[in-house]
């Protein structure tokens, strides 16, 4: 090897090292960045080393899997958590849950029918009955306020996503303008990368690139990003059912994993049902109390029994009676002007308690349900999670940041660097020794 040639070898190994310890310090100062995705320095072996490409090392394949996973991972936890939420509503057993405040209704009401003539234990009644109802109203309050906050939070998270599709617009854009100038790509693909995958947890979608590396979005039918463009979202609601749509035409725009919906299954469905099912709680109430309370009763004064409770949904059930004297707990008709009270219909009305399809088996139902539901929930998104999960660690093998191995990497490039250097140290002694040692020429 020429002595030219020697020192080429040495400058290409040194720009080479160079360039292999700045990617190695690179990964390790992005140890903790979110989308980064570690990079190799690839190098060709000529005269000296040379470096071919800067990779990014990762899986297209697996990371369109894991933004899929995620996808439903985000539809599942959405689910879970409002099914939680509306199990906070009934909080079962304690003292604060419906099933107390039946309970103490009941037992009221036997009261009542022990010594009929009490104007206090009517009094209790009565509280006792809005208490009841009380609950019931707040109850109704609380899921039609979690279902307004979910709307609310859909129409936040639509703005997040559109704000992605338009960055992941000009991501492609830009993308393609560092590859058409041969200029390092390698920050925008990972910033597209995790714009991406925060897209997809929203609302799903379809992920695909082409052959010019720009990254396209579909949602059911429809294009949200292109190679250069991108749709907006808007949340529409007709009918009481709330749904996305398309802001260029208003047609519907279709999720079917994602936050987004999550929320719009809450919103439609989830909360509507629990809430139709305390409404069944709720008329039982109504309609099971005053069938006794108007059929064939009389009041302290002897008068015809009214209806105690009107309403018959959670919301609107209310105690129709202001006057404990009113409750008709006597099956007795009246003799001579004054009531004979002997209690049978306070005591009839005690027993709705244990009756079939009554208010307390209907509620039971409703809080066992509600509870193998929650249950439900929690598996399939733990279940789901684990296989997220999974698939994140074969991913973070990959395309993850190692503190030892790139220490280790960083180690070895410093060495052959010295190495390198050393070869123009020996080369530039031999070269001083032989200026140093040959004759001036011509004396």
């Known amino acids: 090897m020429s002595t030219w040639a020697g020192i080429s070898t040495a400058l290409s190994s040194l720009r080479t090292q160079r360039v292999a310890i700045d990617v190695a310090g690179q990964n390790i100062a992005n140890v903790n960045t979110p989308g980064y995705v570690r990079q190799r320095v690839d190098m060709t072996a000529g ?15 697996l990371g369109d899997r894991a933004r899929s996973e995620n996808a439903q991972l985000q539809d599942l936890s959405a689910a879970s958590t409002v099914l939680g939420e509306i199990e906070e509503v009934f909080p079962e057993p304690t003292p604060f849950g419906l099933q107390a405040k039946l309970d103490a209704l009941w037992g009221g009401f036997s009261d009542v029918a022990r010594d009929p003539g009490n104007s206090a234990a009517r009094v209790q009644v009565l509280a006792q009955a809005n208490g009841v109802t009380d609950w019931l109203n707040n109850a109704a309050t609380e899921l039609g306020d979690l279902k307004t906050n979910k709307s609310a939070a859909l129409t936040d998270l639509v ?4 704000a992605y599709s338009k960055e992941l617009s000009e991501l492609n854009v830009a993308v393609s303008q560092s590859v058409a100038n041969t200029q390092a790509a390698n ?16 609302v799903g979608g379809s992920f695909l690139t082409n052959d010019a590396n720009q990254l396209s979005v579909t949602l059911g039918g429809g294009t949200i990003v292109g190679p250069s463009t991108y749709a907006t979202l808007q949340v529409a609601s007709s009918g009481g ?23 719009l299954t809450a919103i439609n469905t989830t909360v509507d049902s629990w809430t139709t099912t305390l409404n069944a709680v709720a008329s039982a109430i109504t309609t099971q109390v005053n069938a006794v309370q108007t059929t064939d009763a009389y009041d302290r004064d002897g008068n015809l029994g009214n209806s105690l409770f009107t309403g018959t949904t959670a919301a609107t059930i209310s105690v129709a009676l202001t006057d404990g004297d009113d409750i ?12 004979s009270l002997d209690g049978t219909k306070a005591d009839a009305m005690a027993a709705i308690a244990i009756a079939a399809n009554g208010p307390d088996e209907l509620y039971q139902d409703l809080v066992v349900s ?8 929690e598996q399939s998104a733990a279940t789901q999670g684990s296989l997220a999960s999974s698939l994140s660690s074969q991913i973070d093998a990959e395309s993850g940041v190692s503190i030892d191995e790139e220490m280790a990497n960083l180690l070895a490039y410093q060495r052959a660097y010295e190495a390198a250097a050393r070869v123009l140290t020996a080369i530039d002694a031999a070269l001083e020794t032989l200026i140093n040692r040959t004759g001036v020429v011509g004396r």
């Open 47 to 61: 005269i000296g080393v040379d470096v071919s490409a800067i990779q990014r090392l990762h899986n297209g394949v």
């Open 159 to 162: 703005t997040t996503v559109n």
């Open 187 to 202: 920050a925008l693909l990972d910033r597209r990368g995790y714009v991406a995958d925060q897209l997809a947890a929203a």
């Open 241 to 263: 059912t709330t749904s996305l749509q398309w802001v260029s035409d208003s047609s519907t725009a279709t999720v079917s994993s994602g936050t987004a919906n999550g929320y």
């Open 328 to 339: 008709a707990a006597s099956g007795v008709a009246p003799a001579g002007g004054n009531a």
């Open 370 to 377: 509600l509870g193998f539901a929650v249950q439900a929930a």
